[in-house]
């Protein structure tokens, strides 16, 4: 079996929940404010985590509270943190969430996660097997030492582009599996999508964004389930109708539970079939870490 190594963001998700989103100008009245450990690396290394997967992180948190809180409970989850160093430069990574009628708006800090750097990840003991995931909230030139580092193991390198922002061609050739959402895709494609487009438009965009052809290109569409051009097949994974609280996660849920599957040897299609039923638990609680569910309760669901 093979590990995960997760090199990303590790956060304090401030969350305040409240009937409806805010105009700009206007203050509306909130219900509660919650503190969950967020962070799209965290998160990610969370659900690898219990999902059963060795899992590795590799990041940095400052050395305030938020700090310390954040290590107990990643260290709680059997998570490996010999590589997440903490640091008095900067505060910890925070995310501040509104959370109303089931959808969230984010603004995220980066904080320490800035200062993640290519040594940090220049020491990360990957072979053959293991799988490299990373995101966009940690700097890009750390995430492409850290895949060039993966490749010339024998990793699989796992993406996920967001926040979007552009990236390099270099960058993106080194990417095994792309996943992101329709929204991420059109920005980096340079085309206009939304969430009422079919399965062929997006199909097409993914295969202009190829950029190797054995890539992999994984769009996550919510409740209408996954989309994904693995070279030139297409998969399509249907959607799955749940009762949803809190969305903040549930893509991280997704690629930690793609990686973890990844990691044992699954096949890209179950793997897929897995990674979209975690994450439809994971929309069912508040939070993003503390929401990713174990390997029982997807079995269960599946």
Known sequence: ???????????????????RHPRVGETVA???????????????????????????LIGRLGKDPFGAELKAFLGAQGIDLGYVQQTAEAHTGTAIITVADADNTIVVIPGSNALVGKDDVSVV????????????????????????????????????????????????????????????????????????????????????????ADQTICITLGKRGVLALAGREEISVPGRAVKVVDTTGA???????????LAEGTQLRDALTFANAAASISVQRMGAGP????????AAAM
């Open 125 to 212: 003991p990957l072979l053959k097997g293991d799988v490299a995931v990373s995101q966009f909230e940690i700097p890009l030139p750390t995430i492409a030492a850290f895949f060039r580092r993966a490749r010339e193991a024998g990793a699989v390198t796992v993406l996920n582009p967001a926040p979007a922002q552009k990236m390099s061609s270099e960058l993106l050739a080194l990417v095994d599996i792309l996943v992101l959402n329709e929204t991420e895709l059109g920005f980096l494609a340079g085309v206009e999508l939304s969430e009422s487009d079919e399965a062929a438009p997006i199909i097409g965009v993914a295969r202009q964004l190829q950029a190797r």
């Open 251 to 261: 893509g991280d849920c997704f690629v930690g539970a793609l990686a973890a599957q």
């Open 30 to 56: 909130g219900r509660q404010v919650l503190y969950f450990p967020g962070g799209k690396g965290a998160n990610q290394a969370v659900a690898a985590s219990r999902l059963g997967a060795p899992t590795t």
């Open 291 to 298: 929401s990713m569910p174990t390997a029982a309760e997807v």
């Open 1 to 19: 079996m093979g590990r995960v190594f997760v090199a990303g963001s590790i956060n304090m998700d401030v969350v305040a929940t409240a009937d």
